[in-house]
Every structure is written in C-alpha cells, then in structure tokens.
C-alpha cells in the first residue's frame, strides 16, 4: 500500500509541475464540468434512446450509469472514504473550482461514469452498426481525457482514475449485457417480428 501511495504522490505532483498551463486548464476544467455527475453521458443516452435503431444502445448506458452511482457513489466511496489530493494537501494551488471538501476521491466517478457510458457505447454500436463504432472508440478516448482531467485539476489520485477505468469497462460490459437481455425480452414479449432482437435486422418473412 505504501508502494502505491508513493507512486501516487510522485504522479500527481509530476502532472502539477510538468502539464499546467493557462491554456490546457480552461479545456481541463470544461470536460470535467460537463462530465460532472454523468451529465453528458445521460444526455447522449436519452438522445440514443428517442431512436428506434439505438435504443438499446442508450438503454445500455443509462443502466451503466445507474450501476456507476450503486457501486461507486453509494458502495465505494462512503466505505473507502479517501480524502481528496487538495484535501490531503491544501497547500497546493488550485487551477479551477474543487468538489465539496466533504466528498471522497475513490473511485472518481468521473472516470468510473464515463468509461462505463463509452463501453457500452462502443459495443452497442458494435454489435447494431459496426460502421458507427468509431464514435464508441472516440468516447473511449475522451474518457482517458476526462480521467487525466481530474488528477489536472488535483481532485483525485492516478490510482483513483486507474481503478474508475477498470471498474467502468467491466460495468460498461455487464450493463450492455443487462440491456439486450432486457431488450430480447421486451421484443419478445410484444411478439415484435419487424426486426431481429437488439440487432434491428429485418427478419425474413
């Protein structure tokens, strides 16, 4: 544990003597503001959502975010209770408004939300329109951005964005998972023959 608090320290401190400037921190501080709380991830899934071809697609993001908030914001972060790096060091300068003293930094929530949304984009694109799964690799890579944002802004630890990355990809699975069963089911139920389950494939008739 010592070795990784260390590894921690050494990081974030690298990153706040080598990577602030006045003009990455406006652009740090915009992705982490409309990332905040999953605010743009449970907008892109509502959009998904209003459209027949990728509704299950919205669906699979929306239950990776109500996953993120169970496992994250109401299991993690209460019982691990890590106080955040401004709080471990008040000394240090912020660059952009924090979060509440009293909110806990492991996992981030921004990374854990945000990698978790992009998974499940990406495979549900995979799997209904392979031609748009560049658009699920290019949230992949914003979310690497808005994990490197928060350890920018000295709101949480390397290891607190590592560990929201990985639970995210995996939640991200299990939620895609969640929502083609729930879809299966759904079409099923209404005895849908217009297209093949969670791929909208017309069925031959």
């Known amino acids: ?25 406006p652009f740090m501080s915009f992705i982490s503001t409309i990332t905040s ?53 008040p000394n240090v300068p912020l660059v952009a408004t924090p979060p509440a003293a009293t909110s806990y930094s492991f996992p981030s929530g921004h990374s854990f939300g945000s990698f978790a949304s992009a998974m499940a984009l990406y495979l549900g694109l995979s799997q209904i329109n392979p031609n748009k799964r560049f658009w699920g690799i290019i949230a992949l890579m914003g979310s690497v951005v808005v994990a490197f944002s928060r350890v920018y802004l000295f709101v949480h630890y390397p290891s607190d964005v590592i560990t929201g990355m990985v639970l995210g990809l995996i939640v991200g699975y299990v939620a895609w998972k969640i929502a083609v069963y729930c879809w299966t089911w759904w079409i099923n139920r209404k005895c849908e023959i217009e297209y093949e389950p969670y791929t909208f494939k017309r069925k031959d008739k």
């Not at 070795?3 to 080598?18: C, G, K, T």
């Not at 929306?62 to 790096?85: E, M, T, W, Y």
């Open 1 to 25: 544990m010592e070795i990784i608090l260390q590894l921690d320290y050494n990081l974030i401190f690298w990153v706040q003597e080598h990577c602030i400037s006045s003009i990455l921190t």
């Open 37 to 89: 709380s999953g605010a743009l991830w449970i907008i892109i899934s509502i959009l998904l959502m209003l459209q027949k071809k990728y509704r299950v697609v919205g669906l699979g993001m929306f239950i990776s975010l109500v996953l993120v908030f169970i496992i994250g914001d109401q299991g993690l972060k209460p019982h691990v209770a890590r106080l955040r790096p401004f709080v471990d060091f």
